[in-house]
């Protein structure tokens, strides 16, 4: 090994070993205890190694409710609050007065915490039998029958959660696209208003392929995060997910370590591994499509 | 498509904090572009050059005056109602396009009985790649191309629609000398083949000179003189326009006229009839000097450059404004270049007075 190359290792040595003990250990020692048959965490011993614990979560109704709110989830949120995203950054970048305010205002739920905003949309979608929440009475208002979205059905329940989570992510998707809108060279907006480019064209044609990388790191991004989403349904719905049938996966891996039903860190460990099967798979498609369509 | 400039004026609002009193980038301009012809925006950064530019192509609204296309008054008119095609500084080439898509854009936002068959914008487009020569390219991206093909593609662009204006910013800032030279007389070629109208802009007064069949110069958005290259060297108007042209640059002195007689320093370097007496300054063209044992203009020699074609003499006098003054003479001409001074005539053609105050042009009559 000549000096240059040893040096370059020195080089790296904090960054390798921090990301070892942090990144590599703990994933290998998940994957270590999703295969060991019956661990007992007070005596660290276990019977046997197999597969017993991913059989035992895949046929576990909680785990399948919970996997099922997370495709939701994911299927409902990540297009909507990108698109929605988009449609406001491009709105922002084409107004002038007022522009810093309304960035200001659509940024706040970023730096707000999301407990905060889980009480205020619970208050707001809450019905109990004394009082309606403020959307019920609009609802009222139009003429609707009331609907308990905190405790009521579950597509009443899956709607507060979508729109909770679409809420909570959509302030920095705006920030991310006003800035790639900012960042496209004025110049083509003069060369395709020389050649009297329609504006629906001029914004499929031309800004939608420029600020493509950034719309597909917003997309990949939010798909692993829609994922791994848990505290937004507590937020919402108290941290007795199952009952609600509001469970995430995530939530599911936590309910089996710490829950009231828990201290079972295999079957934890098992959801978890699947759960990075499954967010590795979208994530690998993702990259699939987005070498054919995002050019540039 | 002949161009007419009424009284062109833009004022843009004063910006920042104190918010001054408008910028005034272009001022009163009038000028009239013939039909066919190829011009030359000229002057140096900030001179109101790309402003006309962008009010020609309909980028920017005018505050004041009239542009014409022949006889249509277009000032009111949006760019892609002008018919004018623009190249622009940096190309603007979509980046995310091939060759190809990018010079059908312009046939492809057209719509209803304006709109041409996909075979005919096709055929369309290869033909003008034809005619910048980049048919060879055309399912290429533009990041895979050099800067000289990007400009080729960015021209074919602009004439695919067949305006009858083309318009050319900084055309050839981006390229690097050897490139520069090659472009600019393509750009001539091509400007020759289609006979279009065209303007460019240019801080770069050997480009203008080069190929544009007329210059305009341009300063602080006033015109300061219009005409053929030749005609603005031999006979500028002002000496900023003399200072403007020519490589290397006119050489000025401080000087005085006294009965009919040019004085730089003490020396009487020229006679001049029918100048008042005042002082001046005296521009001289580095080949206006004759190095002669007897010449009228004393200077310390410095060092002498030996080009091939030519010779470089370069001399210093107390009165020059510069630091150096820079004489060219023809290899052939022999200067006694062993003495630490040396004495040169001056050409009466090559030599130009401007008024002290307003530095115009004050003419003479060499004897």
């Not at chain 1, 009082?131 to 507060?160: Q, R």
């Not at chain 2, 023809?330 to 401007?354: I, N």
Request: charged share 20%; glycine share 8%; with cysteine.
């Amino acid at each position: 090994m000549s000096t240059n190359n040893k040096k370059a290792w020195l080089y790296l040595l904090p960054a390798l070993l921090f990301l070892i003990f942090f990144m590599v250990y703990p994933l290998i020692d998940v994957i270590i205890y999703s295969v060991e048959e019956g661990y007992n965490f007070a005596s660290q011993t276990y019977f046997g190694v197999g597969t017993y614990n991913f059989s035992y979560v895949l046929h576990d109704p909680y785990f399948l409710q919970a996997v099922k709110n997370t495709f939701i989830l994911v299927i409902i949120t990540v297009p909507v609050s990108t698109g929605l995203a988009l449609l406001i950054s491009v709105g922002l970048s084409s107004i002038r007065p007022l522009r810093e305010l309304y960035q200001t205002i659509y940024f706040l739920p970023y730096v707000t915490n999301t407990l905060a905003v889980g009480l205020v949309f619970m208050i707001l979608f809450q019905r109990t039998e004394y009082t309606d929440g403020m959307v019920n009475l609009l609802i009222n208002w139009f003429g609707g029958e009331s609907v308990d979205f905190i405790d009521g059905p579950y597509w009443a329940k899956m709607f507060v959660l979508c729109f909770y989570t679409i809420w909570v992510v959509m302030p920095f998707k705006i920030l991310v696209l006003t800035s790639a809108l900012a960042s496209v060279n004025p110049d083509y907006y003069k060369a395709a208003r020389v050649d009297g480019t329609p504006r629906l064209r001029v914004f499929t044609k031309i800004t939608l392929p420029m600020i493509s990388p950034m719309i597909f790191y917003l997309v990949i991004t939010g798909f692993i995060g829609a994922f791994k989403a848990y505290s937004d349904a507590v937020a919402l719905f108290g941290t007795d997910l199952n009952a609600a049938g509001m469970n995430t996966i995530v939530g599911y891996v936590y309910d089996m370590l710490y829950g009231d039903s828990g201290g079972y860190p295999s079957y934890a460990s098992a959801a978890a591994v699947i759960l990075f099967v499954i967010v590795l798979t979208i994530t690998c498609v993702n990259l699939l499509v987005s070498k054919k369509r995002v050019r540039y | 498509m002949k161009i007419v400039l009424q009284n062109l004026t833009k004022k843009f609002p004063g910006r920042g904090k104190k918010a001054q009193s408008d910028v005034i980038a272009v001022n009163d301009l009038s000028f009239e572009i013939s039909d066919g012809e190829l011009i030359a925006l000229l002057g140096p950064s900030g001179c109101g050059k790309s402003t006309t530019l962008n009010l020609i192509c309909g980028l920017e609204k005018p505050t004041g005056g009239r542009i014409f296309f022949g006889e249509k008054d277009i000032t009111d008119l949006s760019p892609e109602l002008r018919g004018v095609g623009m190249v622009f500084q940096n190309y603007a080439l979509y980046p995310h396009l091939t060759v190809r898509e990018n010079i059908v854009f312009p046939l492809e936002n057209r719509k209803g009985k304006d709109r041409l068959s996909k075979e005919e914008m096709n055929a369309r487009a290869l033909e003008t790649a034809r005619l910048v020569q980049i048919e060879e390219l055309m399912d290429r991206k533009p990041g895979e191309l050099s800067g000289g093909q990007q400009q080729r593609v960015a021209i074919a662009r602009a004439l695919v629609k067949m305006p009858g204006v083309l318009l050319l910013d900084e055309p050839l800032s981006n390229l690097d000398a050897r490139l520069r030279l090659k472009t600019r007389e393509e750009i001539r070629r091509i400007q020759k083949q289609t006979g279009i109208t065209t303007v460019f802009v240019t801080h770069d007064q050997d480009e203008a000179m080069s190929i544009s069949d007329r210059i305009a110069v341009m300063r602080e958005g006033v015109l300061m003189q219009l005409g053929r290259p030749q005609e603005v060297y031999d006979n500028p108007a002002s000496l900023f326009v003399a200072r403007f042209l020519g490589t290397p640059p006119i050489n000025v002195f401080e000087g005085e006229v006294r009965n009919q007689m040019l004085y730089i320093g003490d020396e009487a370097v020229l006679a001049v009839k029918d100048v008042p007496d005042q002082p001046v300054w005296v521009g001289v063209r580095p080949e206006g000097f004759l190095p002669q044992k007897d010449g009228a203009l004393s200077c310390e020699l410095n060092r002498v450059e030996i080009l091939g074609r030519d010779i470089s003499i370069i001399s210093s006098h107390p009165a020059c404004t510069g630091q150096t003054l820079r004489s060219i003479i023809s290899a052939e001409m022999r200067a006694d270049t062993s003495d630490s001074v040396v004495r040169f005539a001056l050409k009466p053609g090559k030599v130009f007075l401007f008024h002290k105050e307003t530095e115009e042009r004050i003419p003479f009559a060499a004897v």
